[in-house]
């Protein structure tokens, strides 16, 4: 049994700065919400965890932790199995001012064996749990929370921030036009040996909810995204007078393509080139809920 400081973030952020003093657009502590997912060593996708006051969760998309299983001949019946055996996850702590990471390494192949790893039937979403809090009210200085086989946890200064499962928005509830903020780690982003981006730090992106894909329950943003934000949070900003809340809708899925193809009859060539069109869908946080249920 180990202590680990958790910081749940608050629903509501008041601006009550006094004229004149600079302020950022979002809560300071919000900056830390991305998890960083490394395989191999090398960062690969994003997430970020969830606290349901009994346990602690990572949340990222299926297709970053599970591969489909080679079907023998005659099987007809899609399986999915970890994609990898260990997993780093890291992610930088609430309080902004310290910028050692903090480091949870999972074992895919343990926690999916012992149940501690599921994906949705239907969704491209996964959950992993990381332990169970334990409730003492003596303790102050943060939960504690039990880990499970399968979790080895790196004690690193600051406190680790998490999503209360209070400040979670269902897809019914989201509202098209209101500002998001899209947390994560592109790291498919910028030329190979120019260091332009560290990608072992978040990167911020702001957009709109441009609509919502009723048949399919998913989110489209007015804002690009690239290999890397899979999994990570997108954040609705809702205002009610001079208050602003911050509430986060779902996880980053994919971009939308933009197809453009010609044809030269006389000459018989073609080409055919696929752009990212600055739109991306998001996956509400409803299957979540449903695999957090489980």
């Not at 973030?9 to 900056?31: C, H, K, V, W």
């Not at 069109?277 to 489980?294: A, F, N, T």
Request: charged share 25%; with cysteine.
């Amino acid at each position: 049994m180990r202590k680990l400081k958790i910081f749940l973030t608050p629903l509501i952020f008041l601006f009550l700065s006094s004229p004149g003093e600079a302020r950022r657009a979002i809560p300071d502590n919000n900056l830390s919400y991305p998890v960083l997912v490394k395989i191999e060593n090398k960062p690969v996708a994003s997430g970020f965890y969830i606290d349901t006051h009994k346990s602690l969760f990572f949340v990222t998309a299926k297709h970053v932790l599970f591969r489909e299983k080679e079907r023998q001949r005659g099987e007809e019946k899609l399986e999915f199995i970890p994609r990898d055996s260990n997993v780093l996850l890291l992610s930088y702590p609430a309080e902004i001012e310290i910028t050692t990471p903090k480091e949870i390494e999972l074992d895919l192949d343990k926690l999916y064996g012992n149940g501690q790893m599921k994906f949705h039937p239907q969704q491209d979403v996964a959950v992993v749990k990381i332990g169970d809090f334990i409730d003492e009210p003596q303790v102050k200085a943060g939960k504690r929370v039990t880990f499970g086989e399968g979790i080895k946890v790196k004690n690193t200064p600051g406190d680790l921030l998490t999503v209360d499962i209070t400040s979670i928005k269902k897809f019914e509830e989201v509202l098209e036009g209101n500002d998001v903020f899209i947390f994560g780690y592109p790291t498919s982003l910028g030329i190979q040996g120019i260091p332009q981006i560290d990608y072992e730090r978040p990167l911020l992106r702001k957009g709109i909810i441009a609509g919502k894909n009723v048949k399919q329950k998913t989110i489209i943003l007015d804002c690009p995204v690239y290999y890397g934000n899979s999994g990570g949070p997108v954040v609705e900003v809702e205002g009610e007078g001079s208050q602003l809340r911050f509430r986060v809708i779902g996880l980053v899925l994919q971009f939308v393509p933009f197809i453009e193809e010609w044809f030269n009859l006389k000459y018989r060539i073609s080409n055919l080139q696929i752009n990212n069109s600055g739109y991306s869908v998001v996956i509400p946080m409803d299957p979540v809920l449903d695999l957090l249920k489980e």
